[in-house]
């Protein structure tokens, strides 16, 4: 009952998340104006945004225009639900530093949504996730140390490789997802992830590539993905790292 309360709790949030997604990017309040249609620019009704129910009661149609509703906010709702309730089931506790891993991966679902549509965040949409990580735990310490040994790394590799290519290998934000991976997850699980974020990542890249489409592939999406599988498989990563290690 109490996942389902989280569950209840996370896809509210995914229906503020959508907003800021839709709006920041663009500059716009997320206060005023009110919610409406993007299209016919009607304010909504209240029960026009019940988080999913509305979606499937308007059968993913605006009430006023009938213009198609982006599956994006059901989508980005359910994810949002999942991600909390899934961080309550994880740590069977609700305090201060749940709540702060708990805002980590919703920040990093806004960025990996607003890098898919954009190719590009803003600033503090940067530096949210990273700051959220470092509080995750009580050895904040620890968490910024590994937060900055993850960022100076991936800074050297991203100067390294883009001297030898001649063009930018890497964005500012995927270096703070990088660090995110350190405060979050530790050395040597951070590494597992940034690894499972690249196999991810292999995926898209081979049907750009068979599709013979010329698209940038944004990387935070799938470090961001490997860093919660990482996180919530934690311990079957665990026992994978003591087989190769033993």
């Given at each position: ?119 590009a965040i803003t600033y503090i949409m940067n530096v949210l996730p ?117």
């Open positions: 009952m109490d996942i389902l309360i989280f569950f209840i709790f996370g896809i509210v949030i995914g229906s503020f998340l959508n907003v800021v997604i839709l709006r920041v990017p663009k500059k716009e309040s997320i206060a005023f104006p009110a919610s409406h249609c993007p299209t016919c620019k009607t304010p909504l009704k209240w029960w026009h945004n019940i988080p999913i129910f509305s979606y499937i009661a308007l059968k993913g149609k605006c009430a006023f225009c009938k213009e198609k509703i982006s599956i994006q906010y059901p989508i980005i709702e359910l994810i949002s639900g999942f991600i909390v309730a899934s961080v309550y089931y994880k740590t069977g506790e609700f305090n201060i530093f749940s709540l702060m891993l708990t805002l980590s991966f919703l920040s990093l679902l806004v960025s990996s949504i607003v890098d898919l549509k954009y190719k990273v700051t959220f990580a470092i509080f995750s735990s009580p050895n904040i310490l620890e968490n910024f140390t590994n937060a900055l040994l993850f960022a100076g790394g991936a800074v050297f590799i991203r100067d390294y490789i883009s001297a030898m290519i001649n063009k930018e290998a890497m964005g500012d934000g995927d270096i703070l997802v990088f660090a995110t991976m350190g405060a979050i997850l530790g050395i040597k699980f951070a590494l597992m992830a940034i690894f499972l974020g690249a196999i991810f990542a292999i995926f898209p890249s081979i049907y750009n590539r068979l599709a013979k489409k010329d698209l940038e592939l944004p990387f935070i999406p799938f470090l961001s993905l490997g860093l919660f599988v990482v996180w919530f498989f934690h311990f079957q990563f665990l026992r994978i790292w003591e087989f190769l290690y033993a």
